[in-house]
Every structure is written in C-alpha cells, then in structure tokens.
C-alpha cells in the first residue's frame, strides 16, 4: 500500500485452514537458529488461510456486544476518496468496509486476522498452473435497493481500474490481468469500460467470475481483498460523484456525504448477516465528522463531554502526541485508549535517488538522521520501535538485519565521513512533508541535525493534498520527506515489485531506485510458484537494495486511538492498522 501512504499456492485452495506462520499478526518477532550462526530474528505471525465454511455468514459474535444507538466518529480529515476503485489506504479500507464488499476479506477475531471469502464462497480455485482463477459468487448478494449482486457487477468494477482517474488506486488488476509492468503499459491494451469489453475476465453466469492471467499468480486470493475488488453497477456510476457516495453492499449506506464535513450512514435493509463472515450491523447508524484537530477530539473523548462518551476516533494519524501525558496520570482515561501495532506500516526517511544520485550522500544522511529525536516528537515510544529493515517484522518471511548500525541520535561524525567521500560536495538539500504542528516541529529536529553535518535542510511545508500531488508526481524538486507506508497484504510480493521495481512509473516507484540486479531479481520472482523459493528470493533483494540506501529506516510503526466509555469493540486491525469502525457497538 503506497504512502499515506502468508502464503498461497498457485493451485486449488485446500479445504482445511493453514497455519502460515506461528503466531497473531501485531505479535512480536521470535528467532530461528541456524548451524552456521546465532539465532536469526524473523517474522513470527498468523495469516490463516480460511476455508469455504470459514466463509460462510454470519460473522462471529463480539463478546457483550448489543444493538442499537448511533456512534460518532471525529477525524481530523475526510477520506480522499470513496470510490472503491480509488481507495488506497488503510484507514479507508477499514471504514469503507461498512458500506462495501469485496471478493475476499479478513475475518477477525480475538485480533487474528484469518483470510475468508466476502462476496465469494472461498477464496478461489486456481488451475493451469496458478495462470486462472475462478470465484464463485454466494446467493442472496443485494445491494442497497435490493437488486442483485452479480459477476458482471464485479467485472465492471475492476474493469474501471484501466480507466483515466483511477491511476489513484492499486493497479494489480491492470497489471496482472495484460501481464505489463506498470498502468501505463496495461492501459496500452485495455483502456476501461468505455473501450469495450476485457476479455481476461469471463462472466458464465450471475455468480461466476474466472480470471485468465499471462502469468502465474499465487497472490490473487489476497489482493482480492483489496477495494478495487468491489462490484460497482453499471446504472450507478456517477463518474466523479460515486468518490462522494458510493452504492452500497455492506450493512450500513451512505445517506449523505459533505465533503470535508461529515459522512452520514444508516443500516442497509438488503444486508444480510448470513452471508457476511466478517461484519456486524450492531449500531443504527454511525455519524463521521471532519475538521476538528487531533488533540481536541481526543480531549472531547476523553473527557466525556457532549457526545464524547458514544464518539471514537479511527484517524490514520493516531491520538495526538500531547494527550499522552494526561492519559498516563489517569487510569480511567488509560482504559480509553487502544495501542497496537499499525498493521504492516513502516515510517522511513525517503530519498529520491534520481536527485540525490551519490551513494556516499545517502549514507551520510542514513548517520545523521536522528531516530530518537524524531520519534519523541511524535509521541515516544508508543508510536513504534527503532526500524533497521524496509520490510516490517509483521510481514510473512521477514527477517532483521542492519546494514549500517548507528545509535537512535545519530552518529554526525560518521555522516561527515561519508560526505567526505563524496564526488560532490552537498551543502544544501530539501524536505518536504505535510504541515501540521508536530510535523513542524519535527522539521525543525531535522533542520538542526543536518545543519550539525554542514547541510542546510531547506523545509518545503505543504498541504496533505499538495504533498501527494507534487512530491510523487513528475520531476518533483524535492530531496526528502519522512513517509508511512506498507505492503499491500501481509506478505513479501508486493514491496520490492511495487516500489522498487526501476520500471515502475514516478508515482509508484517513489524514490526513483533502479537497480538493474534488483530489476532482474523481481522480475524472476514474477515466475516462481513456490512461495518459500520466492520469499527467500525477496528477502534476499531487500537486503541488495538496502546496501544503496534508497530510505532511511525510520519505525515499525505503533498506532493509538482513544473512543468514548460507552464505546465498545474497538481494536487496531491486525492488517489495516487503524480501529476499524465495523466492529463498534455501544454498551449502554
């Protein structure tokens, strides 16, 4: 998953469930040891492979959950879009879940995600040689005005993913159903509905969809998840207006939507329980509103006033750094915060390469950024730990390492070495980010630590929609930014493919890093079926591309929210990483 940003066969799913690694996803990381050497720390989590009875409705009971009354939800800003096609991140993954369905989801339960059918019965059957895949619709699917669900809803919806103005959304369907390198490549061969009909995807009937691929896919039953997956109906697609107030599958529909100012939902009568495994309908409604800063919604939270008792916060930004204190003197207001580990996301230091092209520069820059200095800006400890790897430890296949070690406040005599070493003196460079008072103040953290090494860090502060658009986009005359990002389903395959591939477009390939021994690594793990064989491959390829110090690492990143006393069910989502409004209810 771009900025804020387990394991399958390529064969038939096995009817019976499959423990894939060793423990909960948001569990810390374990060892393995090896006859040549210490123990060696790799990842130590659960990604279950459910099966088609796992997939079956209704989804388990929370424990004291009731029905019954309206939640409200303070968020600091509206979603960039609804439109399912279009959505990219976590945050909005988690609410989108209330009104949309895709063919795949995660079933949580006691905070283990396990992977299950949505609108399909299983999570697919795959034949000649993992290159077709076939789902099969479950019966009794509506949408919110009672009319079927069907395959051709499906098809359409990710048939829109071809389509100009939706470059904004993941591009695996394009890319993997033309067997292309990048959107650009695919949109050569298919353009989206408006060019005609894409052959790859075959509907037989209402509840049938099969996939035809050029390549091998093992990956399909997890990027299904994804909510470009989602049916979209043809009758229903207002073109721009649908990012406003998508159509609904889900157990609640949207009623009405101001943009930037509140999302409005209402329960949808065409839902039904027995065919959904992962969510509820306990509340009436639920009441989002936007605008209002982090740290006053959480003082309305926390303090109980007005509506703060039945009100949550889901914000990808967590709770704001200057409650922490109060929090920690109250131990009512302690039972009002959750913490866990944000999902797969991991905050780095990002270099563009193609400006900061001198190897012994970007090492210099790995010295003298201060860890330490810019973690306590943003909350302490409890916003993540010391990262030394580009992938998380909550990845399948992770493995730690550290190329360059270096004490949490940077070593600045180091980082003068290495720009000793450098064919070009560097006296000046740019960061950019998104302008809010803790992202000012840790600008200023940088600003002094780069002037420590004779660097001037020329600070670029920028709206979120501004730094999206110019930072990612084109020749961008931007150096640096620090970023939060993750892979796009808890496994290896889609963080070297999708980010580092020098193929990839500007707005994918972020950095700009092309290695041709990595470009040639990806592109023969592209062909290998045998997850274990293409793992090692990845991890393998994390560590090449480490060596050329493309980021900074930065945190595994920890995320915190706060939610009212009368609020229950609420849990950081073991992939998506933010409290997931699906699963709240109110008490009393």
């Not at 099969?136 to 949408?143: E, F, I, P």
């Not at 970023?483 to 496994?491: F, L, M």
Request: with cysteine; glycine share 8%; proline share 7%.
């Amino acid at each position: 998953m771009p900025r804020i940003s387990l394991r399958t066969a390529a064969v038939a799913v096995p009817a019976a469930a499959v423990l894939l690694c060793s423990c909960s996803a948001g569990a810390g990381s374990g060892g393995t040891a090896d006859a040549s050497g210490p123990k060696k720390e790799t990842s130590k989590l659960a990604a279950i492979i459910g099966t088609a009875k796992d997939s079956q409705g209704p989804a388990p009971e929370v424990p004291g959950a009731r029905k019954g009354g309206t939640v409200k939800i303070l968020n600091a800003n509206d979603y960039a879009h609804l439109d399912p096609q279009k959505v990219y991140s976590g945050e909005t993954y988690n609410t989108s879940f209330l009104w949309g369905r895709q063919l795949t989801q995660y079933q949580v339960v006691d905070g283990k995600p396990k992977l299950v059918g949505d609108l399909a019965t299983d999570l697919g059957t795959a034949s000649d040689g993992g290159r077709t895949w076939t789902f099969r619709l479950k019966d009794g699917l509506k949408w919110e005005d009672g009319k079927p669900v069907t395959s051709a809803h499906v098809k359409y919806g990710i048939q829109r993913t071809f389509a100009p103005g939706f470059e904004v959304g993941p591009s695996y369907w394009p890319t993997w159903l033309t067997g292309t390198d990048n959107l650009a490549e695919a949109r050569k061969k298919y353009a989206g509905p408006k060019s005609g009909d894409l052959k790859a995807i075959e509907t037989p009937d209402d509840r049938t969809i099969v996939f035809r691929f050029p390549e091998p896919q093992a990956d399909v039953p997890f990027m299904a998840t994804q909510s470009s997956s989602s049916p979209v109906r043809p009758d229903k697609d207002t073109g721009v207006g649908y990012d406003v107030k998508p159509f609904a599958t889900g157990p609640y529909r949207i009623v009405e939507h101001k943009k930037n100012q509140s999302l409005t939902l209402e329960r949808n009568p065409h839902w039904d329980l027995k065919t959904d495994p992962i969510r509820h309908q306990y509340l009436d409604g639920y009441e989002f509103v936007f605008g209002k800063k982090a740290v006053n919604s959480g003082q309305e939270i926390l303090s109980g006033r007005g509506d703060g008792a039945n009100t949550a916060s889901t914000d990808r930004d967590g709770t704001a750094p200057e409650l922490f204190s109060a929090i920690d003197r109250d131990p009512r207001k302690k039972d009002l915060l959750v913490e866990g580990r944000r999902g797969a996301y991991t905050s780095s230091l990002a270099i563009k390469t193609s400006r900061v092209t001198d190897i012994e520069v970007r090492r210099a820059i790995h010295y003298l950024f201060p860890r330490q200095q810019a973690r306590q800006v943003l909350g302490g400890p409890r916003v993540g730990e010391i990262a030394t790897t580009l992938s998380s430890p909550a990845v399948a296949g992770w493995e730690k390492y550290d190329h360059y070690p270096v004490a949490p406040e940077g070593d600045i005599a180091k980082a003068k070495e290495h720009l000793a070493k450098a064919k070009t003196e560097v006296t000046s460079l740019t960061y950019a980010y998104e302008t809010n008072p803790v992202n000012d103040r840790l600008a200023q953290v940088l600003v002094d630590a780069f002037r420590k090494a004779g660097i001037e860090l020329v600070t670029k502060p920028m709206s979120d929609a501004a730094f999206t658009d110019q930072v990612f986009r084109g020749p961008a005359p931007y150096d640096l930014w620090l970023q939060t990002t993750s892979v796009n389903w808890p496994t290896l395959s889609t963080l070297l493919p999708e980010n580092f591939y020098g193929k990839l477009d500007a707005l994918e390939n972020y950095t700009r890093y092309d290695n041709p021994v990595v470009n040639k690594g990806i592109e023969k793990a592209k062909g290998i079926s045998d997850i274990e064989e293409k793992t090692k491959l990845l991890v393998d390829l994390e560590k090449t591309t480490m060596k050329d110090v493309p980021i900074v690492p930065f945190l595994n990143a920890h995320t915190s929210q706060v939610h009212g006393a009368n609020v229950g069910g609420a849990f950081i989502h073991p992939i998506y990483g933010t409290v997931s409004p699906a699963w709240l209810y109110l008490k009393k």
